[in-house]
């Protein structure tokens, strides 16, 4: 079955920048969905079809996919940006959807 | 405004059945594919089954396949899950889910806020 690896945790200060990576067999040849979750809350997308944001999420958040990974990225990190982060794909060849591992993300 | 209201989750005995109801309104029900994802307590987003927009097609996550059936009631605007042969690790929160569209790799737009389900003896 298809696997999408996730790191458990990213760590980032104020200001800075968090990148979230999303490992998948040739992911690049799929659309990439990325959701926030927030303790207690449902998740909300951020990030679709690999880099495009809905109505309402910052342009601090971004995404890339290409070979076998793909990346959300979070630029000027503030206090609000710490959730759990999930990617999703629709893998064509075993119609199946596969969610991330997830990655915790703190804001130091 | 779109709205996902999912019912049904209860405590169940392992090998019990289940049926889960999902209302939707605020939207052309009939125009999307939907989803059902579910999170065990304290774990990550698990993708359980989708559905084509006239119910045509159904998938299932090998975890659930055979146990597992997802429905639609377009004249409803109602989503369902029923669950059968249940298992002490299909105990979760239960999310109905909305797509951006109708083709299936396109992503989830809206969910609701789960129905919990817990399968103990």
């Known amino acids: 079955s298809y696997v999408l690896t996730q790191p458990p945790s990213v760590s980032v200060a104020p200001g800075q920048t968090a990148r979230i990576t999303c490992g998948g067999d040739?992911?690049?040849?799929?659309?990439v969905h990325w959701y926030q979750q927030k303790p207690g809350q449902a998740p909300v997308v951020v990030v679709y079809?690999?880099?495009d944001r809905p109505s309402g999420i910052p342009e601090r958040f971004s995404g890339s996919n290409s070979g076998n990974t793909a990346t959300l990225t979070i630029s000027r990190v503030e206090a609000g940006d710490e959730a759990d982060y999930y990617c999703?794909?629709?893998?064509?060849?075993?119609?199946?959807?596969?969610f991330g591992t997830g990655t915790k993300v703190t804001v130091l | 405004e779109v709205q996902l209201v999912e019912s049904g989750g209860v405590v169940v005995q392992p090998g019990g059945s289940l049926r889960l109801s999902c209302a939707a309104s605020?939207?052309?029900?009939?125009?999307?594919?939907m989803h059902w994802v579910r999170q065990a307590p304290g774990k990550g987003l698990e993708w359980v089954s989708l559905?084509?927009?006239?119910?045509?097609?159904?998938y299932s996550a090998d975890s659930v396949k055979g146990r597992f059936t997802i429905s639609r009631d377009n004249s409803k605007n109602s989503l369902f899950l029923q669950m059968n042969s249940l298992r002490t690790e299909d105990t979760a929160l239960y999310y109905c889910?909305?797509?951006?569209?109708?083709?299936?790799?396109?992503?989830?737009?809206?969910w609701g806020q789960g129905t919990l389900v817990i399968v103990s003896s």
């Open positions: 889910a909305k797509a951006f569209g109708y083709s299936y790799g396109l992503g989830i737009d809206y």
């Open positions: 999703q794909v629709w893998n064509s060849s075993s119609h199946h959807s596969v």
């Open positions: 079809d690999d880099s």
């Open positions: 605020g939207f052309t029900f009939d125009d999307y594919t």
């Open positions: 559905i084509s927009w006239d119910g045509g097609s159904t």
């Open positions: 040739n992911i690049g040849s799929e659309s």
